[in-house]
Protein backbone atom coordinates (compact mmCIF):
# COMPACT_ATOMS: atom_id res chain seq x y z
CA UNK A 1 0.00 0.00 0.00
CA UNK A 2 1.03 3.27 -0.91
CA UNK A 3 1.08 5.84 2.44
CA UNK A 4 -1.13 8.66 2.36
CA UNK A 5 1.97 10.88 2.45
CA UNK A 6 3.33 9.81 -1.10
CA UNK A 7 -0.20 11.17 -2.92
CA UNK A 8 0.37 15.01 -3.94
CA UNK A 9 -2.14 17.33 -1.67
CA UNK A 10 -4.92 18.88 -3.18
CA UNK A 11 -6.70 21.90 -2.54
CA UNK A 12 -10.56 23.51 -3.91
CA UNK A 13 -12.12 25.91 -4.02
CA UNK A 14 -13.99 28.92 -6.08
CA UNK A 15 -13.12 31.56 -8.12
CA UNK A 16 -15.39 34.58 -8.36
CA UNK A 17 -16.54 35.47 -11.62
CA UNK A 18 -18.85 38.05 -12.47
CA UNK A 19 -21.35 37.32 -9.60
CA UNK A 20 -20.72 33.65 -9.74
CA UNK A 21 -18.89 30.83 -8.53
CA UNK A 22 -16.45 28.90 -10.72
CA UNK A 23 -14.73 25.66 -9.07
CA UNK A 24 -11.32 24.37 -9.08
CA UNK A 25 -8.94 21.88 -7.84
CA UNK A 26 -4.94 22.03 -7.59
CA UNK A 27 -3.07 19.06 -7.43
CA UNK A 28 0.26 19.25 -6.05
CA UNK A 29 1.78 22.24 -4.02
CA UNK A 30 4.00 23.53 -6.20
CA UNK A 31 6.92 22.79 -9.28
CA UNK A 32 10.31 21.00 -9.17
CA UNK A 33 13.21 23.14 -10.12
CA UNK A 34 12.54 24.17 -13.88
CA UNK A 35 9.25 22.88 -14.16
CA UNK A 36 5.58 24.67 -14.71
CA UNK A 37 2.02 24.53 -14.11
CA UNK A 38 -0.31 22.66 -16.44
CA UNK A 39 -3.72 24.06 -16.22
CA UNK A 40 -6.61 21.66 -18.11
CA UNK A 41 -9.37 22.97 -20.06
CA UNK A 42 -12.04 20.76 -20.76
CA UNK A 43 -14.14 19.74 -23.32
CA UNK A 44 -17.95 20.36 -24.00
CA UNK A 45 -19.05 22.74 -24.12
CA UNK A 46 -21.21 22.30 -21.20
CA UNK A 47 -19.42 19.53 -20.36
CA UNK A 48 -17.35 19.06 -16.03
CA UNK A 49 -13.49 17.86 -16.04
CA UNK A 50 -14.41 14.75 -14.58
CA UNK A 51 -13.08 13.00 -17.34
CA UNK A 52 -9.55 13.89 -17.27
CA UNK A 53 -9.64 13.44 -13.53
CA UNK A 54 -6.92 10.35 -14.16
CA UNK A 55 -4.04 13.29 -15.32
CA UNK A 56 -4.38 14.34 -11.80
CA UNK A 57 -1.67 11.41 -11.69
CA UNK A 58 1.05 14.04 -13.84
CA UNK A 59 1.41 15.76 -10.38
CA UNK A 60 3.94 13.21 -8.92
CA UNK A 61 6.42 14.62 -12.05
CA UNK A 62 6.99 17.48 -10.08
CA UNK A 63 4.65 20.35 -11.02
CA UNK A 64 0.74 21.29 -10.36
CA UNK A 65 -2.11 19.70 -12.36
CA UNK A 66 -5.12 22.45 -11.85
CA UNK A 67 -8.81 21.58 -13.14
CA UNK A 68 -11.43 23.66 -13.02
CA UNK A 69 -15.28 23.52 -14.20
CA UNK A 70 -16.27 26.05 -16.88
CA UNK A 71 -19.42 28.19 -15.56
CA UNK A 72 -22.45 26.12 -16.19
CA UNK A 73 -20.79 22.64 -15.62
CA UNK A 74 -19.85 20.59 -13.37
CA UNK A 75 -19.41 21.98 -9.55
CA UNK A 76 -19.41 25.69 -10.86
CA UNK A 77 -22.71 27.36 -10.53
CA UNK A 78 -25.52 26.89 -12.92
CA UNK A 79 -26.85 30.03 -13.56
CA UNK A 80 -29.99 29.81 -16.37
CA UNK A 81 -29.26 32.50 -18.88
CA UNK A 82 -28.88 31.28 -22.53
CA UNK A 83 -27.20 35.03 -23.33
CA UNK A 84 -24.41 34.03 -21.29
CA UNK A 85 -22.89 31.61 -23.32
CA UNK A 86 -20.32 32.83 -25.53
CA UNK A 87 -17.13 32.02 -26.30
CA UNK A 88 -16.06 35.51 -25.04
CA UNK A 89 -17.45 34.58 -21.55
CA UNK A 90 -15.47 31.69 -21.24
CA UNK A 91 -12.11 33.05 -22.22
CA UNK A 92 -12.62 35.56 -19.70
CA UNK A 93 -13.08 32.66 -17.18
CA UNK A 94 -9.96 31.10 -17.90
CA UNK A 95 -8.20 34.62 -17.57
CA UNK A 96 -10.18 34.99 -13.75
CA UNK A 97 -9.03 31.54 -12.81
CA UNK A 98 -5.12 31.91 -13.80
CA UNK A 99 -5.20 35.32 -12.40
CA UNK A 100 -6.81 34.30 -8.90
CA UNK A 101 -4.70 31.16 -8.48
CA UNK A 102 -1.21 33.01 -9.31
CA UNK A 103 -0.69 31.13 -12.81
CA UNK A 104 0.89 33.79 -14.75
CA UNK A 105 2.97 31.57 -16.08
CA UNK A 106 2.04 28.09 -17.16
CA UNK A 107 1.31 25.37 -19.65
CA UNK A 108 -2.41 25.26 -21.10
CA UNK A 109 -4.14 21.44 -22.33
CA UNK A 110 -7.23 22.42 -23.81
CA UNK A 111 -9.23 18.72 -24.71
CA UNK A 112 -11.78 19.06 -27.71
CA UNK A 113 -13.44 22.32 -26.94
CA UNK A 114 -11.54 23.01 -24.73
CA UNK A 115 -8.89 23.16 -27.56
CA UNK A 116 -10.59 25.85 -29.20
CA UNK A 117 -10.83 27.97 -25.87
CA UNK A 118 -6.88 27.16 -25.12
CA UNK A 119 -6.40 29.01 -28.90
CA UNK A 120 -8.93 31.64 -28.03
CA UNK A 121 -7.16 32.49 -24.58
CA UNK A 122 -3.57 32.49 -26.65
CA UNK A 123 -4.69 34.81 -28.60
CA UNK A 124 -6.58 37.42 -26.46
CA UNK A 125 -4.36 36.68 -23.59
CA UNK A 126 -0.66 35.24 -24.99
CA UNK A 127 1.10 36.10 -21.75
CA UNK A 128 2.48 34.06 -19.85
CA UNK A 129 1.41 31.06 -21.25
CA UNK A 130 4.53 28.71 -21.99
CA UNK A 131 3.01 26.16 -24.36
CA UNK A 132 -0.09 24.55 -25.89
CA UNK A 133 -1.09 21.14 -25.85
CA UNK A 134 -4.10 20.88 -28.53
CA UNK A 135 -5.70 17.52 -27.62
CA UNK A 136 -8.45 16.66 -30.22
CA UNK A 137 -9.33 20.16 -30.32
CA UNK A 138 -12.29 21.70 -32.12
CA UNK A 139 -10.67 24.50 -34.68
CA UNK A 140 -13.50 25.04 -37.24
CA UNK A 141 -16.95 24.11 -36.51
CA UNK A 142 -18.06 24.30 -39.86
CA UNK A 143 -14.92 21.97 -40.98
CA UNK A 144 -16.10 19.95 -37.75
CA UNK A 145 -19.14 19.44 -39.13
CA UNK A 146 -18.44 18.30 -42.80
CA UNK A 147 -16.04 15.58 -41.21
CA UNK A 148 -18.71 14.39 -38.88
CA UNK A 149 -20.89 14.16 -42.44
CA UNK A 150 -18.15 12.03 -43.77
CA UNK A 151 -17.99 9.55 -40.69
CA UNK A 152 -21.82 9.12 -40.26
CA UNK A 153 -21.58 7.89 -43.92
CA UNK A 154 -19.37 5.35 -42.77
CA UNK A 155 -22.34 4.28 -39.91
CA UNK A 156 -24.69 1.10 -40.59
CA UNK A 157 -27.69 2.14 -42.91
CA UNK A 158 -30.24 1.93 -40.30
CA UNK A 159 -28.22 4.15 -37.97
CA UNK A 160 -27.71 6.75 -40.86
CA UNK A 161 -31.84 6.45 -41.64
CA UNK A 162 -32.58 6.91 -37.64
CA UNK A 163 -30.09 10.17 -37.00
CA UNK A 164 -31.28 11.85 -40.61
CA UNK A 165 -35.10 11.02 -39.38
CA UNK A 166 -35.05 12.44 -35.98
CA UNK A 167 -32.60 15.73 -37.28
CA UNK A 168 -35.06 16.23 -39.57
CA UNK A 169 -38.13 16.03 -37.50
CA UNK A 170 -36.63 17.69 -34.31
CA UNK A 171 -37.25 14.55 -32.06
CA UNK A 172 -33.10 14.14 -31.11
CA UNK A 173 -34.35 13.44 -27.65
CA UNK A 174 -36.11 10.57 -28.52
CA UNK A 175 -34.13 6.84 -27.57
CA UNK A 176 -33.99 5.92 -30.94
CA UNK A 177 -31.91 8.74 -31.68
CA UNK A 178 -29.59 8.53 -28.67
CA UNK A 179 -29.39 4.78 -29.61
CA UNK A 180 -28.04 5.99 -32.73
CA UNK A 181 -26.02 8.19 -31.44
CA UNK A 182 -24.38 6.22 -29.43
CA UNK A 183 -22.97 3.94 -32.24
CA UNK A 184 -21.12 6.78 -33.92
CA UNK A 185 -19.71 8.27 -30.23
CA UNK A 186 -18.49 4.22 -30.03
CA UNK A 187 -16.51 4.55 -32.97
CA UNK A 188 -15.49 8.62 -32.51
CA UNK A 189 -15.60 9.52 -28.86
CA UNK A 190 -14.12 6.41 -27.10
CA UNK A 191 -13.63 2.92 -28.04
CA UNK A 192 -13.54 1.31 -24.84
CA UNK A 193 -16.00 -0.95 -23.76
CA UNK A 194 -17.26 -0.30 -21.12
CA UNK A 195 -16.11 3.33 -21.06
CA UNK A 196 -14.30 4.21 -18.39
CA UNK A 197 -16.16 5.17 -15.03
CA UNK A 198 -14.63 8.86 -15.32
CA UNK A 199 -15.93 9.29 -18.64
CA UNK A 200 -19.43 8.24 -18.06
CA UNK A 201 -20.02 10.51 -15.03
CA UNK A 202 -19.02 13.43 -16.90
CA UNK A 203 -21.76 12.62 -19.75
CA UNK A 204 -24.10 12.01 -16.89
CA UNK A 205 -23.17 14.89 -15.14
CA UNK A 206 -23.67 17.06 -18.94
CA UNK A 207 -26.74 15.38 -18.84
CA UNK A 208 -28.01 16.58 -15.79
CA UNK A 209 -27.52 20.57 -16.70
CA UNK A 210 -27.47 20.32 -20.75
CA UNK A 211 -27.73 24.02 -20.99
CA UNK A 212 -24.58 25.22 -22.11
CA UNK A 213 -24.11 22.17 -24.71
CA UNK A 214 -27.32 22.93 -26.39
CA UNK A 215 -27.26 26.86 -26.37
CA UNK A 216 -23.70 26.60 -28.43
CA UNK A 217 -23.58 23.79 -29.97
CA UNK A 218 -26.89 21.39 -30.33
CA UNK A 219 -28.15 18.25 -30.10
CA UNK A 220 -24.96 15.67 -30.42
CA UNK A 221 -21.59 15.84 -31.25
CA UNK A 222 -22.33 15.49 -35.02
CA UNK A 223 -25.10 17.90 -35.27
CA UNK A 224 -23.62 21.60 -35.27
CA UNK A 225 -26.98 23.74 -34.85
CA UNK A 226 -26.64 26.66 -32.47
CA UNK A 227 -24.15 29.14 -31.43
CA UNK A 228 -20.78 27.73 -32.34
CA UNK A 229 -21.74 26.53 -35.53
CA UNK A 230 -20.18 28.94 -37.75
CA UNK A 231 -17.06 29.70 -35.30
CA UNK A 232 -14.04 28.82 -37.28
CA UNK A 233 -10.55 30.22 -35.77
CA UNK A 234 -8.04 28.91 -38.43
CA UNK A 235 -7.74 32.36 -40.12
CA UNK A 236 -6.27 33.76 -36.74
CA UNK A 237 -3.77 31.13 -35.55
CA UNK A 238 -0.67 32.42 -37.57
CA UNK A 239 -0.69 34.95 -34.45
CA UNK A 240 -0.05 32.47 -32.08
CA UNK A 241 3.38 31.91 -31.06
CA UNK A 242 3.78 29.72 -27.90
CA UNK A 243 5.12 26.21 -28.67
CA UNK A 244 2.14 23.85 -29.37
CA UNK A 245 1.75 20.24 -29.56
CA UNK A 246 -1.54 18.51 -31.27
CA UNK A 247 -2.56 14.97 -30.21
CA UNK A 248 -5.46 13.06 -31.54
CA UNK A 249 -6.53 9.67 -32.31
CA UNK A 250 -6.42 7.72 -35.56
CA UNK A 251 -10.50 7.07 -35.25
CA UNK A 252 -11.23 10.62 -33.95
CA UNK A 253 -14.47 12.85 -34.55
CA UNK A 254 -11.21 15.23 -34.15
CA UNK A 255 -9.68 13.31 -37.41
CA UNK A 256 -6.47 13.31 -38.73
CA UNK A 257 -7.42 15.63 -41.37
CA UNK A 258 -8.28 18.43 -39.00
CA UNK A 259 -5.44 17.32 -36.34
CA UNK A 260 -3.01 18.21 -39.51
CA UNK A 261 -5.01 21.22 -41.17
CA UNK A 262 -3.98 22.88 -37.39
CA UNK A 263 -0.94 21.76 -37.57
CA UNK A 264 -0.07 23.30 -41.28
CA UNK A 265 -1.24 26.59 -39.36
CA UNK A 266 0.97 26.23 -35.98
CA UNK A 267 4.20 26.80 -37.42
CA UNK A 268 6.90 24.79 -35.78
CA UNK A 269 4.34 23.06 -34.17
CA UNK A 270 4.29 19.12 -33.30
CA UNK A 271 1.81 16.07 -33.97
CA UNK A 272 0.88 12.79 -32.53
CA UNK A 273 -1.73 10.54 -33.59
CA UNK A 274 -2.67 7.51 -31.45
CA UNK A 275 -3.16 4.77 -33.59
CA UNK A 276 -5.96 2.89 -31.08
CA UNK A 277 -7.82 5.88 -29.73
CA UNK A 278 -10.87 8.15 -31.04
CA UNK A 279 -11.39 11.22 -28.88
CA UNK A 280 -10.01 10.57 -25.89
CA UNK A 281 -6.59 9.47 -26.15
CA UNK A 282 -5.68 10.24 -22.53
CA UNK A 283 -8.32 7.35 -21.60
CA UNK A 284 -7.90 4.75 -24.81
CA UNK A 285 -3.42 5.13 -24.83
CA UNK A 286 -2.72 6.82 -21.37
CA UNK A 287 0.35 5.73 -20.80
CA UNK A 288 1.54 6.90 -24.36
CA UNK A 289 -0.63 10.23 -24.40
CA UNK A 290 1.18 10.83 -20.76
CA UNK A 291 4.83 9.93 -22.22
CA UNK A 292 3.93 12.04 -25.22
CA UNK A 293 2.70 15.16 -23.44
CA UNK A 294 5.33 15.28 -20.77
CA UNK A 295 8.23 14.66 -22.74
CA UNK A 296 6.63 18.30 -25.06
CA UNK A 297 6.47 20.12 -21.76
CA UNK A 298 10.09 18.81 -20.77
CA UNK A 299 11.45 20.24 -24.15
CA UNK A 300 9.56 23.38 -24.02
CA UNK A 301 10.51 23.61 -20.27
CA UNK A 302 14.91 23.32 -21.18
CA UNK A 303 14.23 25.61 -24.51
CA UNK A 304 14.69 22.85 -26.97
CA UNK A 305 10.67 23.27 -28.47
Known amino acids: MVPMSAYPPVREGFVPFRGYLTWYRVVGDGEAAGKLPLVLVNGGPGAPHDYLEPLAEWARAGRRIVFYDQLGSGDSDHPHDPGLWTVALFVAELRAVREALGLAHCHLL ?17 QGIASLTLADPLVSAPNWGAEADRL ?11 LTRHEA ?3 TGSPEYED ?16 PECLQRAFARLAEH ?73 LEEPQRFREVVEAFLDRVEQGAA
Open 180 to 195: AMMVYYGRHICRLDPW
Open 152 to 162: RAGLPADVQAA
Open 210 to 282: PEVYATMWGPSEFHVTRRLRQWDVRGRLSAITAPALVLGGRHDECTPAIQQDLHRRLPGSEWVVFEESAHVPH
Open 110 to 126: GQSWGGLLALEHALAHP
Open 169 to 171: AGT
